[in-house]
Nanobody, 123 residues
Framework: HVQLVESGGGSVQTGGSLRLSCAPS????????MAWFRQSPGKEREAVAA???????AYTDSVKGQFTISKDNAGNSLFLQMSNLKPEDTATYYC??????????????????WGQGTQVTVS
């Protein structure tokens, strides 16, 4: 049984930082591409960042230079370091595992397992 559990969300002021974590069970972050997505109220879910097994990364343009995706293979965890947060970063953030491709894909349909999300609010 695969489960992805996000943590680290919360409320922060504009310009602040947060570090999100994702702890998978039933799969290893070293074996699959992983990603962070986010969804704001009234908007479609969008990709934020992805990381391949060999740590190759990809980011959506709006977060380049602001967010950093990383993983700890030994600890089997995925992270998203978010800096200089803005109100438009307010969303529920989800981690996901790609069982199909071997690329740091930003394509939602390529992700099979999803967490329940963690809320980030920037004001």
């Amino acid at each position: 049984h695969v489960q992805l559990v996000e943590s680290g969300g919360g409320s922060v002021q504009t310009g602040g930082s947060l570090r999100l974590s994702c702890a998978p069970s039933g799969l290893s972050v070293s074996d699959f591409s992983m990603a962070w997505f986010r969804q704001s109220p009234g908007k479609e879910r969008e990709a934020v960042a992805a990381i391949r097994r060999d740590d190759l990364t990809a980011y959506t343009d709006s977060v380049k230079g602001q967010f950093t995706i990383s993983k700890d293979n030994a600890g089997n965890s995925l992270f998203l370091q978010m800096s200089n947060l803005k109100p438009e970063d307010t969303a529920t953030y989800y981690c996901a595992a790609d069982l199909v491709t071997d690329e740091p894909s930003l394509v939602e349909r390529e992700y099979y397992y999803w967490g329940q999300g963690t809320q980030v609010t920037v004001s």
